[in-house]
């Protein structure tokens, strides 16, 4: 039913997981953020005033190249396409990350950079509270992420939530996974998989009613 569907969440909110999940089972072409390729990230994380701003241009240049070059690329096999990342996250953190001089520069960059990349049939949100995103960010043990606030990971929930919901113009699905293991338990994938695959017309959408920026 949709061609591109974008897999987002907050840090820790499984996305490349459940990503990896439905593309393997569904034969889509599957394209995830190589973040761990970017050399600013652990050093924003140590000393977020200073890296911010590279960090959010090195963020932006890679998705811009990454989704140019794979939408550029037929794929003649693969019947439809999952991302783990939308474009309009580097917008999204770096309204939170940003003073305002510099957000006001970064915002005209992005507005070139989006104007020609696709937009997704459907976003998925995975909400996940904060404890639950912590937990995971631990229990996957990248070391440069350990020292994440609780502020900081809900200053980005918020984020998304706020660009969510003005999104009239696309198609919208969040959707609660708080006591969800997608990974460990199929029964929760199929169910995740199932509403993905429905219809559903363009605004935003709950599932399990979250509690927004908590």
């Known amino acids: 039913m949709y061609n591109y569907v974008v897999i987002e969440g907050n840090i820790g909110a499984g996305k490349t997981s459940f990503a990896s999940l439905l593309a393997e089972e569904c ?15 652990p050093k924003f994380y140590d000393d977020p005033a200073r890296y911010a701003f590279p960090l959010e241009l090195s963020f932006l240049a890679d998705r811009y190249q990454q989704l140019k070059a794979q ?8 019947t ?6 939308f474009i309009f996250k580097s917008l999204i953190f770096a309204s939170k990350n940003l003073e305002p001089l510099e957000f006001g520069l970064y915002s005209k960059l992005f507005s070139i950079v989006s104007s020609v990349v696709p937009k997704p ?16 960010i631990e229990k996957r043990g990248r070391p440069y992420e350990q020292n994440i606030q609780f502020e900081y990971l809900e200053k980005i929930q918020t984020g998304y939530l706020e660009f969510l919901r ?27 998989k199932e509403l993905i695959m429905q219809e559903y017309p363009l605004g935003m959408h709950h599932i399990q009613d979250p509690v927004f920026g908590e």
């Open 27 to 41: 034969n889509a072409r599957l394209i995830l953020e190589q973040f761990e390729e970017n050399s600013f990230l």
């Open 71 to 78: 939408f550029n690329a037929s794929d003649m096999f693969k």
């Open 80 to 85: 439809f396409t999952v991302a783990d990342y």
């Open 121 to 136: 049939d459907m976003i998925v949100y995975l909400y996940l509270n904060l404890e639950n995103l912590k937990k995971n």
């Open 166 to 192: 003005q999104q009239s113009d696309l198609r919208v699905l969040v959707i609660d996974t708080n006591g969800l293991d997608f990974v460990a338990r199929r029964s929760d994938y199929l169910w995740l």
